[in-house]
């Protein structure tokens, strides 16, 4: 490496530079994650069990752990040349902010509309599912990301999209709702009286500010009471969303080729470990391979700490219980976190790809503060000037403690972080922060025992 070189503050790959492929993390493990199993059978689940509820091109890519590369449809190209490449950023101001002798690059994914890296994957799934010949599709939203790129995916593909949106989101941001109404997708506040898994969710929490668990229930009903028009799609958690997400560390990896660096430590907030995931791919595939000894780290809120104080266990993936079971880092699908304001990353479970690199020691995982991730938010919008999401926040606030150390011990580390999405529609939070009403909530271990006894008593949990 030339530590002469220049590194501009930004740099964008050409459009003919855009990966032409996905590449599939499972292929590079040591062992692969657990597979789904069927909840009432527990035998693992194939393409026929999962094609009621996924599309079929999508249920062969959850299930395919083998193939590493996977060709990009040329329609989902175009979409994102619209927006891709997305620009890899030398964090100059923020590291001179800090004192550090860090160097800060973060991978800028809120260029897009929709304000996120969800788009990557909302563009794939409405393009399968327009390919099989559905009317349209059903999901849920947290923080109103995924609900947006997925109604922008399906308008430009000429589809149906059914969102259930977490409640508290719904009620904290009014405008994501209208954005998906510009791209006509049809929004319900989760947990509603629409469905059967709403209805019973309820019934039991009649208070409750919902969560994504909630939400993905009613979708899946919703989905599969359609007589057949219709599938359920998911923005993370699931292998096919970290593989469409791959694309971020692909683009990163060329992008940091071309500066003459290669990260000592990548980090990315975890909500279902999408961004985290697709990020990491080609990283991790080299520590994996014994090529390179990067520091990988999730970064998630003490309100939600799933990897941080969850158990490793075979749960559902929504809370009323009607997924498949997948092997992961959770906190039991009957829990309910408080109403976070960083709405994207309230989930139960962990995608189970991360999980396992998590277990087997490949992943580390920090959890912070509400507050704490806000003053970072505001320091970073300060310095490098965009106002980041409150999830990308936390990307933010794990790379500054990096950073920090790297100012206490002299070492000048490369610091690669995942920069999600744009905040434009999290004012409400920027306001209670700045107006000093946000509180944090961290949940006891009695809380988080209430959970944990939701988890699906089967031989597989045994002993867990
Ligand atoms: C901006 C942003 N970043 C991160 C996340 C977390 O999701 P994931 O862990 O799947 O990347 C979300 C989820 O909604 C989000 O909106």
């Known amino acids: 490496m030339n530590s002469q070189k220049h590194i501009p503050h930004r740099l964008y790959l050409t459009e003919d530079q855009m990966p032409r492929q996905w590449f599939n993390l499972r292929s590079a493990m040591k062992e692969q994650p657990d597979p789904l199993i069927h909840p009432g059978t527990l035998q693992p689940l194939g393409v026929a069990d999962l094609a009621p509820i996924f599309c079929e091109e999508l249920a062969k890519q959850e299930l395919d752990g083998a193939t590493a590369y ?5 329609e989902v190209l175009e979409v994102y040349r619209m927006y891709r490449p997305s620009p890899i ?13 860090a160097k800060i690059y973060y991978k800028f994914e809120g260029n897009n509309t929709s304000g996120s890296h969800k788009l990557n994957s909302a563009v794939a799934q409405a393009y ?5 010949g559905l009317t349209g599709v059903t999901t849920e939203t947290g923080a109103g990301q995924w609900g947006t790129a997925l109604s922008e995916a399906c308008s430009y593909f000429g589809l149906s999209c059914d969102v259930y949106m977490v409640k508290c989101s719904y009620e904290q941001k009014p405008f994501r709702k209208a954005v998906m109404g510009v791209f006509d997708a049809q929004v319900t506040p989760s947990p509603s009286n629409t469905t059967q898994a709403g209805r019973a969710i309820l019934a039991e929490h009649p208070d409750t500010t919902g969560s994504l668990g909630c939400a993905i229930s009613e979708a899946v009903e919703a989905a599969v009471g359609s007589g057949g028009k219709k599938r359920y799609v998911l923005g993370s958690v699931l292998n096919q969303v970290l593989l469409h997400q791959s694309i971020i560390g692909l683009e990163s990896k060329l992008a940091m080729d071309q500066l003459g660096e290669y990260p000592d430590v990548v980090v990315g907030c975890a909500g279902g470990g999408s961004n985290l995931g697709g990020l990491i791919a080609p990283f991790m595939a080299d520590k994996l391979a014994g090529r390179k000894d990067v520091r990988i780290v999730a970064v998630e809120p003490a309100s939600c700490p799933s990897l941080t104080r969850g158990k490793y266990a075979y749960d559902f993936c929504d809370t009323g219980k009607v997924t498949p079971l997948a092997r992961m880092y959770t906190l039991g699908s009957g829990f309910i976190p408080s109403p976070s304001h960083a709405g994207g990353l309230r989930y139960h479970g962990m995608s189970p790809i991360l999980s396992k690199l998590y277990h087997d020691g490949y992943l580390e995982a920090v959890s912070y503060r509400q507050t704490e991730i806000f003053e970072a938010a505001v320091l970073f919008a300060k310095r490098e000037t965009i106002l980041p999401a409150p999830e990308s926040a936390h990307a933010i606030k794990g790379a500054i403690d990096e ?3 790297c100012r206490e011990s002299g070492e000048a580390k490369t610091i690669l972080f995942g920069l999600t999405g744009t905040g434009y529609f999290d004012m409400t939070a920027y306001e209670a922060y700045l107006n000093g009403t946000m509180s944090d909530y961290v949940p006891t271990d009695a809380d988080l025992q209430k959970g944990f006894d939701s988890l699906p008593d089967i031989p597989q949990n045994r002993g867990i």
């Open 70 to 74: 996977v060709d990009i449809p040329e």
């Open 128 to 132: 399968y599912a327009k390919q099989q």
């Open 89 to 101: 950023i030398r964090a100059y101001a923020l590291e001179k902010a800090l004192g550090t002798p």
């Open 403 to 405: 950073a920090l150390r």
